[in-house]
């Protein structure tokens, strides 16, 4: 009898496992009644896009789509000067909850994908939504919100938080990323007609709204209290060119504003004016420009267009 030997070949394959990067929701979304991420205290990839910086401090970073759970902040003072907002990004780091506030730790890499991306707009809530005292605001830690029609009920506290109401929810606003007290008054039984903010929370405090800049403020619904900013240089060098981003409060349809325009004053001394640059704006044409001597320029814009 012939014996039969079989050759039983092991075939190993080596397959490589690339890791994919958390989103914010994924970190953010829980039904524990603590609002604890179920990622506290492991060391975790997320990937999002810078929404705020807090200069030597932090940044925010959110998913692109927007919604509930979907914002998270990024703790480390190094970390803040490594990115941009519009930033699209890979942050390596630890969740930890501080607080009470859920967030990505000192992180140990920052990956930067893509530079310029929209921030997800802001949702519009009531305050009834997004109360300072009840967990129901949870969901919307780390997220850009907008509020409306509200009445100031205190005035800023010694760490810049004061509160609004609108019906019978309150919510709380503070200044992490400017002095708001210092940029206008708040008195209580003013009306503010919308605030715009980045929510997070401290135990000690509950929910709060951090608007951005004034921009994010709009006490009256009328064109007198729209907000137009200009963006810095830095350190500038002589002989090179700069760009100046120039942006303005959204102009609502409701304000029947037939066309606006844009005086630019500058030391021609010191600066040579170019040109206005459109590019990624509602602006569709060229506006045209008037020469007002030296040192001032003029930009008149239809009413269906927007420089910022």
């Given at each position: 009898m012939k014996g039969i030997i079989l050759s039983i070949l092991s075939l190993t394959v080596a397959v490589g496992i690339m890791a994919v990067p958390f989103s914010c929701y994924d970190i953010q979304y829980?039904?524990?009644a603590s609002g604890d991420s179920p990622y506290e205290g492991q060391t975790v990839d997320v990937t999002g896009v810078v929404t705020a910086?807090?200069?030597?401090?932090g940044f925010y970073m959110a998913d692109p789509g927007g919604g509930p759970w979907s914002g998270l902040y990024v703790y480390g003072r190094n970390s803040a000067a490594q990115v941009s907002v519009g930033d699209e990004i890979i942050a390596t780091g630890d969740i930890i909850e501080y607080s009470g506030l859920t967030e990505l730790s000192l992180p140990t890499n920052i990956q930067i994908i893509s530079n310029n991306n929209p921030v997800p707009a802001a949702i519009d809530l009531t305050t009834a939504q997004v109360p300072y005292n009840n967990r129901i605001s949870e969901q919307w830690e780390g997220v850009l919100v907008s509020i409306y029609d509200l009445t100031v009920t205190s005035t800023p506290d010694s760490y810049g938080q004061w509160k609004v109401s609108s019906g019978n929810a309150v919510s709380m606003i503070d200044d992490i990323f400017f002095n708001i007290a210092a940029a206008t008054t708040i008195?209580?039984?003013?009306?503010?007609?919308?605030i715009t903010g980045i929510v997070d929370q401290h135990t000690a405090a509950g929910y709060k709204l951090n608007p951005?800049?004034?921009?994010?403020m709009i006490?009256?619904?009328k064109i007198e209290n729209s907000i137009i900013e200009i963006s810095s240089i830095g350190n500038a060098q002589i002989g090179e060119s700069y760009i100046l981003d120039v942006?303005?409060?959204?102009?609502?349809?409701d304000w029947e504003v037939s066309s606006y325009?844009?005086?630019?004053?500058f030391d021609n001394g010191r600066l040579q004016f170019n040109d206005v640059v459109f590019d990624s704006t509602l602006t569709l044409t060229r506006p045209p420009v008037s020469d007002l001597g030296p040192g001032r320029d003029r930009r008149h814009y239809p009413a269906d267009t927007d420089p910022a």
């Open positions: 829980t039904e524990n910086v807090i200069p030597g401090t008195n209580i039984g003013d009306t503010w007609h919308k951005r800049s004034m921009q994010d006490k009256e619904n942006s303005t409060s959204m102009i609502n349809s325009t844009m005086d630019l004053s």
